[in-house]
């Protein structure tokens, strides 16, 4: 039977860039919770391994061996001895190098998935494992919910008591790579910083100097009545505003979409969702 999963979005209600290791790996502390927006992975069990892609970013996606969800599967096998394997599709929701963790959700799914295929619960060790070779964000999307993240992204605190709350996430159609993002933070290998008591994004600044309309969308959802949080997430370049209300949350989205064109000749990408906050 054909398995399923949602692999939601990824959101960085914070983060810190604390300091550089000296292997280069920068430190972080972020607050990292879920919307109800995400892209959505089936199993077929027994079919040859591989990926087919649909969905409104699949197009800009490869199905090769560097795809984070055949990564996931290879990974998997690496851990489980004599794992059942199955062929993936994914509906690709989400834009692709936003700073909502698409990629690394995608692979989680598939642990996810896979751990269902195999009779494994989601809390054994090996899943973690798996997940921690995959990438700093992989960890904290295995069991999606909201938590502190610490390190290069694997140590996670406890799952946060949390409500939903209307939200909107806006990405301008720009792609974002994440190296140069922390390359311009221009910190050293072996240097630390202060964690400050402020709940910022340290990368927002680094990213809207590579792309300003990044800059234009925090602008303009901080502008929006009944906004109560405007942040970048990650490294860019989805924002997302929370709101007071879903009326609120709504007449954003309409003036988002109907914004004059001067602001950016590029389409955005307008979800609305709702984003887990600790309760």
């Known amino acids: 039977m054909r398995l399923e999963d949602f692999a939601p979005a990824k ?7 604390l300091g550089r290791r000296e292997d280069g790996y920068h430190l972080l502390e972020s607050l990292v919770s879920f919307a109800s927006v995400g892209d959505r992975l089936w199993l077929e069990p027994g079919a040859p391994l591989g990926l087919a892609l649909s969905g409104p970013f699949g197009e800009g996606l490869e199905a090769g061996d560097d795809n984070l969800i055949l990564r996931a599967a290879r990974a998997f096998a690496a851990h489980v001895s004599g794992a059942r394997q199955g062929a993936f599709a994914l509906e ?6 936003s700073g909502i963790g ?3 959700t995608d692979a989680a799914a598939a642990l996810r998935l896979l751990a269902r295929l195999n009779g494994i619960a989601l809390q054994d060790p090996r899943l973690m494992d798996a997940a921690r070779t995959l990438g700093a964000d992989v960890p904290v999307c295995l069991d999606p919910a909201p ?11 406890p799952k946060l008591a949390a409500r939903p709350v209307p939200a909107l996430l806006v990405n301008p159609g720009v792609a974002v790579p994440t ?6 933070l221009g910190l050293k290998p072996g240097e630390r910083r202060a964690a400050g008591v402020d709940e910022r994004n ?6 809207i100097a590579l792309e300003p309309v990044i800059g234009q969308v925090l602008d303009h959802l ?9 942040r970048m997430s990650g490294s860019g370049a989805t924002c997302f505003a929370l709101f007071e209300s879903e009326q609120a949350r709504e007449a954003a989205r309409a003036s988002i979409t109907a914004r004059d064109p001067v602001i950016t000749t590029l389409r955005w990408w307008c979800a609305p969702c709702e984003v887990l906050i600790p309760a």
């Open 102 to 104: 698409g990629g690394s």
């Open 11 to 17: 959101i960085n209600l914070f983060l810190h860039v």
């Open 202 to 207: 340290d990368l927002a600044r680094p990213a």
């Open 92 to 97: 690709k929701n989400l834009p692709i190098a």
């Open 147 to 157: 938590r502190l993240m610490r390190g290069i992204g694997h140590e996670l605190g």
């Open 222 to 230: 901080a502008a929006q009545p009944g906004a109560t949080l405007v």
């Open 179 to 184: 190296g140069p993002i922390f390359a311009q």
